[in-house]
Structures are given as C-alpha cells and as structure tokens.
C-alpha cells in the first residue's frame, strides 16, 4: 500500500519535503487508511499530520460514535485533531439544498478554513473506485470532456494520495494490519445515487473487466490531458476573438469545433457562474453561425448581433433623468463619473460649445426622435441609426449618455460631439470627462 501510495504522490506531486497535512477523517476505512500511510511516511517527507472531522448529526448515536472513533485514533497517534459538529438537516433546508451536498459543502467550507489556519494541504481519501463512481455519474447526467476527468489527484490545495487505490485494496489493507474502522449504515441503501451504482453498476462492469476501476482512472487520466489542452486553447481563443463589444462571430466559427466549445463553456463558467449543459453548447454554437439569442439564465442572455456573440444582462431598465448642463459639475451614472470643466490641452472629441450653458442642454439617456448631425459630413440621421452603425450592442445603448437640447443631440458617449455642439475655440470649450469603475 505504502508503495503504491508513494508512486501517486511522485506521479502527481502531492507532498513536498516538510509540508503540513491535514487528514479529512471521517473514521471509514478509506479515511483510516489515508490517516495511517501518511503517519508512516510522516518521518520521510518530515510531514506534520493533522486530522479534521465533521459530525453532520444526521445519524444520531452513530454520528456520535463515528466522532468518538476519530477523537481515540488521534489521541493514540499523537495527532491533533478538529472537530466540528453542523446541523445537517436545518442547514439544508434553510438552503434549499440536498443533505448531501450541504454536508459536503459544510466539510469543504471547514477543511479549506482550518487549511488557511494551519497553512496546511488538505488529504481526502478519496479511491480509484470513487472516480470510477463519479465517471459514471457524470455521464449519466449528460456531462462533457470535463466530467470524464472525475476526481483530479489534486486540485488547488487539496490533495488524494489515494486516488489509484482501489477499494478492494483499502479493505485488504485494514485488514492485514487488524486496522480498525467505522462503517456509516447508510453506504448499504440505495437512496443516494452513489450507493446505487456502486451496488447495482460497477459490479456488472467489473464481470465484464475486473479492472474496471483502473481502466476508468486511465480514461480520466486521459481526458484531464486533453481538457488542459483545451483549456490552453480556449485562452488563446478568448484573446484572438475578442473585439470590443464581444467576440467576432467569424473568428470564433474559425475555431475547431472541440476548442469553440471548450471555450463557451470556459467564458460561461469563469464569467458568469453558469455550467452550461451539451445541450446549451450546441445552442450557443447554432447562434453563433446563424445570429439569435439564447436565454442562460434568468440573469443572463446570449446574443448574436452584426457578427459579434455577447452575453448580456438581462434589462433592468436602465433610465438617467434630465441634468442640466453646468461648469464644474461632476455625476454618476452606471459605474461611471461625469465630469465637466473648461478645456486645458488637447481636444478628445468630447468638448462642447460654451454657449450651450445658456440654451437648456441637458444630460439624459436617448429618447424616440433624438437626432445627431455629424459635424465633418454635415449629415443629420437618427441617433438610433447612428447608434447602429457604430455597432454599439442594443443593449448598452440605453446606458450610454447624451447631451441635448430638445431632440437635438449636441454629443454622444462612445459617438463624439455634433456640429451643433461643437467649437471652434478652445476658450469657449467644456470638456466631458468619463472614468470608468466609479
């Protein structure tokens, strides 16, 4: 066991010379077994073990006798132990969320806690036969290349030196060394979906290959290969695409298929917290090459417009009342600040006439019927047209800012200065200044 254990730590770079470990015990015989190989190596990488424990109360007596277990294997080895106890069933429905995964997110809130405490590497026990688990798991819920990977050896600060053991293995284990453990009644019910495809699943496949858990780990293997791959892809991606409203719809279409995917679904996830599902993938790649929109989420819209694919918040309905123009004024609106105030230097296009202070100009967003006349051609359209051929995306355009007298546009945002408002003398010119992120 110790063998095996140590080519995965080497294979995975698991544990560095003198590091802090804490061990997630939950007094199973695959925590157990994390807690006693890492003691035994503990003199070799000159470790210093930890143990930390969760009491979700939802088994009462047992719960209690699971917590007990870990306090006395602790107390016998010398190891400092925390422990925490979580009301699992009040948590979870106040949440709105299953037992089980408020449970794991109650560990995991703990673990990573004590982690920045201790400035520690967080163990967990997980087997071969929990990825294989898993892999199945996600590909019965429709998942893609990303759900293959299952359970990665390591990830962030947690580490599973573990992972290429399998279950079969960690009993043998136990049992050599007349190691005790704890056995949680509810692994023996089918009522979590885990339970029933290690119960009812792996043993079939395990008919067909007795090495199946390991073939699953060597397929997760490989699909962490080409999910990094793509990950590297899809970052390039994301600035070759990229343009200033959004991404060019052609560029994209350019792409691989697998690299355009792997990158919708990455920009989704690390922007806007959204996972998306195969069947949203295909969605976004039809809006892509055809234009349209695609409802994410109720915050969130894909969008294709004039060949640039976006994602938009949904409206809010996005007004800016009337402000009079004045000298020295300063305003927010929309994360912005608006300042104005007589011209010194160079004249960015954002300078207005003087004389407007005595004419009613006034900050607003656009209204039906504004009109902007550009001052070189000395041509009138409708903002509106103007707008779109500057192919400022619809939705930000009700977030923009003009000034104006009456419908007469005397300057845009992200537009410029009209003819109306425009000045040919630096002393009788106001400049609009806008920082962004206010």
């Given at each position: 066991?110790?063998?095996?254990?140590?080519?995965?730590?080497?294979?995975?770079?698991?544990?560095?010379?003198?590091?802090?470990?804490?061990?997630?015990?939950?007094?199973?015989?695959?925590?157990?077994?994390?807690?006693?190989?890492?003691?035994?190596?503990?003199?070799?990488?000159?470790?210093?073990?930890?143990?930390?424990?969760?009491?979700?109360?939802?088994?009462?007596?047992?719960?209690?006798?699971?917590?007990?277990?870990?306090?006395?294997?602790?107390?016998?080895?010398?190891?400092?132990?925390?422990?925490?106890?979580?009301?699992?069933?009040?948590?979870?429905?106040?949440?709105?969320?299953?037992?089980?995964?408020?449970?794991?997110?109650?560990?995991?809130?703990?673990?990573?806690?004590?982690?920045?405490?201790?400035?520690?590497?967080?163990?967990?026990?997980?087997?071969?036969?929990?990825?294989?688990?898993?892999?199945?798991?996600?590909?019965?819920?429709?998942?893609?290349?990303?759900?293959?990977?299952a359970i990665p050896p390591k990830r962030?600060?947690?580490?599973?030196?573990?992972?290429?053991?399998?279950?079969?293995?960690?009993?043998?284990?136990?049992?050599?060394?007349n190691f005790e453990f704890v056995t949680?009644?509810?692994?023996?019910?089918?009522?979590?979906?885990?339970?029933?495809?290690?119960?009812?699943?792996?043993?079939?496949?395990?008919?067909?290959?007795?090495?199946?858990?390991?073939?699953?780990?060597?397929?997760?293997?490989?699909?962490?290969?080409?999910?990094?791959?793509?990950?590297?892809?899809?970052?390039?991606?994301?600035?070759?695409?990229?343009?200033?409203?959004?991404?060019?719809?052609?560029?994209?279409?350019?792409?691989?298929?697998?690299?355009?995917?792997?990158?919708?679904?990455?920009?989704?996830?690390?922007?806007?917290?959204?996972?998306?599902?195969?069947?949203?993938?295909?969605?976004?790649?039809?809006?892509?090459?055809?234009?349209?929109?695609?409802?994410?989420?109720?915050?969130?819209?894909?969008?294709?417009?004039?060949?640039?694919?976006r994602i938009v918040q949904s409206s809010?309905?996005?007004?800016?009342?009337?402000?009079?123009?004045?000298?020295?004024?300063?305003?927010?609106?929309?994360?912005?600040?608006?300042?104005?105030?007589?011209?010194?230097?160079?004249?960015?296009?954002?300078?207005?006439?003087?004389?407007?202070?005595?004419?009613?100009?006034?900050?607003?967003?656009?209204?039906?019927?504004?009109?902007?006349?550009?001052?070189?051609?000395?041509?009138?359209?409708?903002?509106?047209?103007?707008?779109?051929?500057?192919?400022?995306?619809?939705?930000?355009?009700?977030?923009?800012?003009?000034?104006?007298?009456?419908?007469?546009?005397?300057?845009?945002?992200?537009?410029?200065?009209?003819?109306?408002?425009?000045?040919?003398?630096?002393?009788?010119?106001?400049?609009?200044?806008?920082?962004?992120?206010?």
């Open positions: 066991m110790n063998n095996l254990v140590e080519r995965t730590i080497r294979k995975y770079d698991l544990i560095n010379f003198g590091d802090k470990i804490i061990v997630a015990l939950s007094g199973g015989a695959d925590s157990v077994t994390l807690f006693h190989v890492l003691y035994s190596l503990r003199e070799k990488y000159n470790i210093t073990i930890y143990a930390a424990h969760v009491n979700h109360n939802l088994r009462g007596d047992e719960a209690k006798r699971d917590e007990n277990f870990c306090r006395s294997l602790c107390k016998k080895y010398g190891v400092e132990i925390f422990v925490k106890s979580a009301d699992i069933k009040n948590l979870a429905i106040k949440r709105r969320i299953s037992e089980e995964l408020c449970g794991r997110n109650e560990r995991y809130s703990f673990f990573e806690e004590l982690s920045q405490n201790l400035d520690a590497k967080i163990a967990t026990a997980h087997t071969a036969s929990d990825n294989a688990e898993t892999l199945l798991f996600n590909i019965a819920r429709g998942s893609s290349i990303g759900g293959v990977c962030d600060n947690i580490i599973r030196p573990l992972i290429e053991v399998t279950r079969f293995d960690i009993e043998k284990y136990c049992s050599d060394n949680d009644s509810t692994n023996f019910t089918d009522n979590y979906t885990r339970n029933n495809i290690r119960h009812n699943i792996i043993p079939v496949l395990k008919n067909i290959n007795m090495s199946f858990e390991k073939s699953a780990m060597h397929l997760s293997e490989s699909a962490r290969e080409i999910n990094e791959h793509l990950d590297h892809a899809a970052q390039a991606a994301d600035e070759a695409c990229k343009t200033e409203y959004g991404y060019s719809c052609r560029a994209l279409l350019s792409l691989d298929i697998a690299v355009l995917k792997h990158f919708l679904a990455v920009i989704c996830k690390k922007n806007y917290n959204i996972y998306l599902e195969q069947k949203h993938i295909y969605l976004l790649c039809e809006i892509i090459k055809n234009g349209g929109s695609l409802e994410l989420s109720k915050n969130y819209t894909a969008v294709v417009k004039q060949g640039i694919f809010s309905g996005v007004f800016f009342d009337s402000m009079s123009l004045k000298e020295n004024m300063t305003f927010s609106f929309e994360g912005k600040q608006y300042s104005v105030c007589k011209l010194s230097g160079v004249d960015d296009g954002n300078t207005v006439n003087t004389d407007l202070l005595g004419q009613n100009a006034v900050f607003r967003t656009r209204r039906p019927g504004d009109k902007f006349t550009y001052p070189k051609r000395n041509i009138t359209k409708p903002l509106r047209k103007v707008l779109n051929e500057l192919k400022i995306p619809s939705e930000q355009r009700d977030k923009i800012l003009i000034l104006a007298v009456g419908s007469t546009v005397m300057w845009c945002e992200n537009v410029g200065v009209s003819i109306q408002g425009h000045s040919d003398r630096i002393d009788k010119a106001l400049k609009i200044k806008i920082t962004e992120g206010v």
